[in-house]
């Protein structure tokens, strides 16, 4: 059974950083699609970041290109969102999800993770 379990998040003030952690069990992350997404109070889920399994390719959404880096470590089994810079409106529940097929691309929607985490909160303060 597939387990993602993040932590990391907190409260900031602007400019700040945090480092989210996603660890895996069940399956090792080196082999699956692993993405970011955020969920501010009232909004639509929003993809964040995503790396393809295998690889080191990486994707951004626009908003967080050049501030947020995704990376995996595959000892750990853990996927890690590395956020700097941050700003209010990155203010958002966190969340890391799997994809189901080995291998398989980077995708930017939710529906294509069957397999997420609980969330974690991050607060960013003007």
């Known amino acids: 059974q597939v387990q993602l379990v993040e932590s990391g998040g907190g409260l900031v003030q602007a400019g700040g950083s945090l480092r989210l952690s996603c660890a895996s069990s069940g399956r090792t992350v080196n082999n699956f699609s692993m993405g970011w997404f955020r969920q501010a109070p009232g909004k639509e889920r929003q993809f964040v970041a995503a790396?393809?399994?295998?690889?080191?390719?990486?994707a951004y959404a626009d908003s967080v290109k050049g501030r947020f880096t995704i990376s995996r470590d595959n000892v750990k089994n853990t996927v890690y969102l590395q956020m700097s810079n941050l700003k209010p409106e990155d203010t958002a529940v966190y969340y890391c999800?799997?994809?189901?097929?080995?291998?398989?691309?980077?995708?930017?929607?939710?529906?294509?993770?069957?397999?997420w985490g609980q969330g974690t909160q991050v607060t960013v303060s003007a």
């Open positions: 999800a799997q994809r189901s097929r080995p291998w398989s691309d980077i995708s930017y929607i939710g529906d294509e993770y069957p397999y």
């Open positions: 790396i393809r399994g295998g690889t080191t390719n990486t």
